[in-house]
């Protein structure tokens, strides 16, 4: 079982910063595909980036040009970096981890992430 440990949830002000950590095993974090989803009270969850093994990358929409998903080799972690962040960014926010062939994917705990206006 792929184990996922997220971290750097918390309560920010709107405009304000945060980044998000998630680290796995070494084998998991080098052959998988990594990422982010968020789930807000009484909504699905939805993907918000993701990092493939060759470094591309997919943004939701909402949060293009303002989250920054990377990835760090050396520490087998993938970092969520949030900017200029929103009310409606708030959310328990799921480290993502899947093989680029199977179609499922393993879920962190979740860390909560609150902005307020």
């Known amino acids: 079982q792929v184990h996922l440990v997220e971290s750097g949830g918390g309560l920010v002000q709107a405009g304000g910063s945060l980044r998000l950590s998630c680290t796995t095993s070494h084998n998991t974090f080098t052959t998988n595909i990594m990422g982010w989803y968020r789930q807000a009270p009484g909504k699905q969850r939805d993907l918000v980036a993701t990092?493939?093994?060759?470094?591309?990358?997919n943004y939701a929409d909402s949060v293009k040009g303002r989250f920054t998903i990377s990835r760090d080799n050396a520490k087998d972690t993938v970092y969520l970096q949030m900017s200029s962040l929103k009310p409606e960014d708030t959310a328990v926010y799921y480290c993502?981890?899947?093989?680029?062939?199977?179609?499922?994917?393993?879920w962190g705990q979740g860390t909560l992430v609150t902005v307020s206006s």
């Open positions: 990092i493939a093994i060759d470094d591309t990358t």
């Open positions: 993502y981890s899947r093989r680029p062939w199977s179609p499922v994917a393993s």
